[in-house]
């Protein structure tokens, strides 16, 4: 009898709990990693509500194991994978292309149209159970300065490293970020780390205050906003509207940087972007910030982890997902998911 795990399953809106399901085997050019964390992020919650785009697009579908943001150890390795990985503590990028693709070829295969993303997109089992299996090419090890929390916050750090170098930013540049989400404060922490002179929009006083917190004492609601040149506007929010407003504040010849993705649909006039003779830049994934991010963590140039306000096991995954706070959490926008905790334990 094949030995039973624990996962963390969707089966439709609204409708999740955790089950026993088939621990993965190491297929050949993979390996099984024992999960030690994982970070639930608002693409999670799109899937729990039904609202995900890739559900009514075809790419995804239900039931389906969610867990992207994740870091384990290697405890199996499959058929012409090196066994010095067993032991290894890792983080695994999201994005899985195809690998003949002219975007695969060229080292972007995290747009390859054929890709699967770590439970996201085509079927691919996430890190919400006490085991994931994952290509061993997409691997990156952790140092040991880089611990589980930090560890976690590789993926959402590579999406947010990209997004500070996409602002082209040189020391004492002054740049805003929309939305003091995880991604916002983790583009704040990059962009300070390049000697920015860095500014965030949020919209309340609770995530200002959290961010305030961090040492960004620039941190404002949209009516208090100074009338200031900003070299590069980021907009890491869900906000519709936002996109727009990026491009009005941002100086002539400078960059504005699209993180965030709303709901609905966004519009930026590209009179505006042509007039002002503005340099508009999409980030999809962390994919070529992984490594960028690890060396970061590791060397303490950037930490992340105040940005985590409470660990549930899988036991309390649905309630996050539903937007409940766990008892006890503290005020950053992150949950983080321990699989190794039974419903005791939670916090």
């Not at 997004?163 to 300070?192: K, Q």
Request: charged fraction near 20%; proline fraction near 6%; charge should be negative.
């Amino acid at each position: 009898m094949t030995e039973a795990m624990r996962a963390f399953i969707v089966t439709g809106p609204g409708e999740a709990g955790v089950q026993e399901v088939e621990r993965p085997g190491a297929a050949a050019g993979e390996v099984v990693v024992d999960v030690a964390r994982v970070g639930v992020c608002g693409t999670d919650v799109e899937f729990f509500t039904g609202e995900m785009q890739y559900l009514h697009d075809g790419f995804a579908h239900y039931p389906l194991r969610l867990g992207h943001e994740w870091c384990g150890t290697v405890s199996a390795t499959g058929a012409g994978v090196d066994g010095r990985w067993v032991g290894r503590r890792v983080v695994g990028d999201t994005m899985l292309g195809c690998g003949a693709c002219p975007r695969c070829s060229r080292g972007q295969q995290h747009v390859c149209e054929q890709r699967s993303e770590v439970g996201i997109r085509n079927g691919r089992p996430g890190a919400l159970a006490d085991q994931v299996a994952v290509p061993v090419t997409s691997l990156h090890a952790l140092p040991d300065s880089v611990d589980d929390v930090a560890g976690a916050l590789v993926e959402p750090g590579g999406n947010a490293l990209r997004a500070a170098m996409a602002a082209g930013l040189a020391p004492g540049d002054r740049v805003l970020v929309l939305g003091p989400g995880t991604i916002g404060l983790l583009t704040a922490m990059f962009a300070r780390a390049q000697g920015a002179e860095v500014h965030l929009l949020g919209e309340t006083e609770q995530s200002l205050e959290f961010a305030r917190s961090l040492g960004f004492d620039h941190a404002w609601r949209e009516p208090a906003l100074p009338a200031l040149p900003f070299d590069a506007v980021i907009d890491a929010s869900n906000a519709a509207y936002l996109p727009a407003l990026a491009l009005q504040l941002v100086e002539p010849g400078k960059r504005v940087v699209y993180i965030g993705l709303a709901g609905s649909h966004s519009h930026i006039d590209t009179r505006i972007l042509a007039l002002k003779d503005v340099t508009a830049v999409g980030i999809l994934s962390g994919s070529p910030g992984l490594a960028g991010a690890v060396d970061a963590y590791a060397s303490g140039v950037v930490d992340p982890r105040p940005l985590v306000a409470a660990t549930v096991g899988l036991d309390g995954v649905a309630s996050v997902l539903g937007g409940q706070r766990p008892a006890g959490a503290g005020d950053g926008p992150k949950i983080h998911v321990d699989p190794r905790r039974v419903a005791a334990q939670e916090e």
